[in-house]
T-cell receptor, first 114, second 116 residues
Framework: GDSVTQMEGPVTLSEEAFLTINCTYT??????LFWYVQYPGEGLQLLLK?????DKGSNKGFEATYRKETTSFHLEKGSVQVSDSAVYFC?????????????FGQGTRLTINP | GAVVSQHPSWVICKSGTSVKIECRSL??????MFWYRQFPKQSLMLMAT?????????EQGVEKDKFLINHASLTLSTLTVTSAHPEDSSFYIC????????????FGPGTRLTVL
C-alpha cells in the first residue's frame, strides 16, 4: 500500500539556518502531497500542498516541490525562526482533495534555538 | 481556518470501562470525519472514516466493536473505546472536512487516553 517516509528527528538548528526535511513516498497512482505542522498543544495544520508533478507548494517561507522522478517532497526553508519549532508531518492522499484518506510519515520534531 | 475541537483533552480510566471522545466542527458542517490514533514518536494511523448519517468505514485491523464511531450530526462525531485495556492507551485525533472547509481536513487538538 501507499506509504510515506520522513527523515528521522529530532532536528535542532540555530535561528536563521537553512532547513531541509526529507520526505519520500510510495504510491500506486498519482497522489497529492502535503506537509502538516503541529505546534505544541495544538492540532495539525496544513502547511502546504502540491497536487501534481513539478508543482511547488509554499507558505510562511516554507517550500516543497513534487518530484515524481524521485518520489520526493522535501520541505525547505531558507531562514528558520524560533517560532518554527514544531513537529512536521509529510502526508499523501490518493486524490486531489485533502478530504480523502491521508497517509502520514512518522513526523519530524524541529527545534530552533535562538 | 476552520476550527475542530475535541473533548476531553485527556482522560484516565480503569481497565474494563468505556470512554467516549467527542469531536466537533465549530464553524462548518463536517460531512466527513476521520479518526486517527498516534503512538509516541510514531505517525498518525487512520482508524476509520465516518460520513454523517452513515456507518463508519474502518481500516483493516481496527476492531469496529471496540472502537464505536457515531457521526449523527454535521457538527459532531464520537469515538467510544469500549472495555478499554492498557494497550488502548494512546493519543486519539480527529479531523473533519465538509462544506465551508475548502475540501481540506481540519484537525482537532487530540485526546490523550490512559487506561490503568
Amino acid at each position: 500500500g501507499d506509504s510515506v517516509t520522513q527523515m528521522e528527528g529530532p532536528v535542532t538548528l540555530s535561528e536563521e539556518a537553512f532547513l531541509t526535511i526529507n520526505c519520500t513516498y510510495t504510491a500506486t497512482g498519482y497522489p497529492s502531497l502535503f506537509w502538516y505542522v503541529q505546534y505544541p498543544g495544538e492540532g495539525l495544520q496544513l502547511l502546504l500542498k502540491a497536487t501534481k508533478a513539478d508543482d511547488k507548494g509554499s507558505n510562511k517561507g516554507f517550500e516543497a516541490t513534487y518530484r515524481k522522478e524521485t518520489t520526493s517532497f522535501h520541505l525547505e526553508k531558507g531562514s528558520v525562526q524560533v517560532s518554527d519549532s514544531a513537529v512536521y508531518f509529510c502526508a499523501l492522499s490518493d486524490g486531489i482533495q485533502g478530504a480523502q484518506k491521508l497517509v502520514f510519515g512518522q513526523g519530524t520534531r524541529l527545534t530552533i534555538n535562538p | 481556518g476552520a476550527v475542530v475541537s475535541q473533548h476531553p483533552s485527556w482522560v484516565i480510566c480503569k481497565s474494563g470501562t468505556s470512554v467516549k471522545i467527542e469531536c466537533r466542527s465549530l464553524d462548518f458542517q463536517a460531512t466527513t470525519m476521520f479518526w486517527y490514533r498516534q503512538f509516541p514518536k510514531q505517525s498518525l494511523m487512520l482508524m476509520a472514516t465516518s460520513n454523517e448519517g452513515s456507518k463508519a468505514t474502518y481500516e483493516q485491523g481496527v476492531e469496529k466493536d471496540k472502537f464505536l464511531i457515531n457521526h449523527a450530526s454535521l457538527t459532531l462525531s464520537t469515538l467510544t473505546v469500549t472495555s478499554a485495556h492498557p494497550e488502548d492507551s494512546s493519543f486519539y485525533i480527529c479531523s473533519a472536512s465538509g462544506q465551508g472547509a475548502a475540501n481540506e481536513q481540519f484537525f482537532g487538538p487530540g485526546t490523550r487516553l490512559t487506561v490503568l
